[in-house]
């Protein structure tokens, strides 16, 4: 007997209606996945959270009263273990930033012309329900190709099938997900994945994971 799955309680904050019923209409065959609410603005993001109680919050960059990065740090505060996803129409370094410098393990950061890929925003839920830093697939192709032809010595000790994975890792793939889509053993994931961890001298800190801290160090190398 297999033993039922919880779904996700996820909160979307949205000022666009036409988004928010986007967001109604992609999750409703979900499994895994229940929208208990739905906000307009900040305030009411914030309003319902306190109420409802959701495992993952969808926020919208910029709405009114409150902007999703600060709606996000309102949520962590009173909920530390509540999981944001931010969706923006902008791939600013900037914003990514200023989303993952407070608490950034269980964060993602994703581009609102992505969401039609089902697929990738459910993993971007799930990933951040279970700790994990997310960026859009767009972002890291961006970063990866940034790195490449203006600081070719970045990640330059990564082979390319290490890159692809820590592409994968940053954007929410599992271990056996990567493996999947690279039709690999699992424990040739795992080995790579170390690797790519002692070739970027990656710590283990106490707050968070060193598959958060690739994420990070992928968006800046300087920290």
Do not use: C
């Amino acid at each position: 007997m297999s033993l039922k799955q919880d779904k996700i309680r996820v909160v979307v904050a949205d000022d666009s209606e036409i988004m928010r019923e986007t967001y109604k209409s992609l999750f409703e065959n979900q499994d895994l996945i229940e929208v208990v609410g739905m906000a307009a603005d900040g305030a009411e993001a914030l309003m319902l959270a306190e109420v409802l109680k959701p495992e993952v919050a969808i926020l919208d960059i910029q709405m009114p009263k409150m902007t999703g990065i600060e709606v996000a740090n309102r949520m962590i505060a009173s909920r530390p273990r509540v999981g944001i996803v931010v969706i923006s129409t902008f791939d600013d370094t900037r914003y990514i930033l200023e989303l993952f410098k407070e608490r950034p393990a269980g964060k993602a950061y994703l581009l609102k012309r992505s969401l039609g890929r089902v697929d990738d925003l459910v993993r971007s839920i799930e990933a951040v329900a279970a700790g994990w830093t997310v960026l859009d697939p767009q972002i890291v192709e961006n970063l990866i190709v940034y790195y490449a032809t203006r600081f070719p010595s970045y990640l330059e000790g990564l082979t390319l099938n290490e890159k692809k994975v820590l592409e994968l890792i940053a954007e929410g793939y599992s271990h056996n997900a990567i493996s999947k889509s690279l039709d690999v053993a699992e424990g040739t994931v795992d080995n790579q994945v170390e690797v790519i961890y002692e070739k970027l001298r990656l710590p283990v800190p106490q707050t968070h994971d060193r598959r958060v801290e690739a994420v990070l160090t992928l968006v800046n190398p300087g920290t």
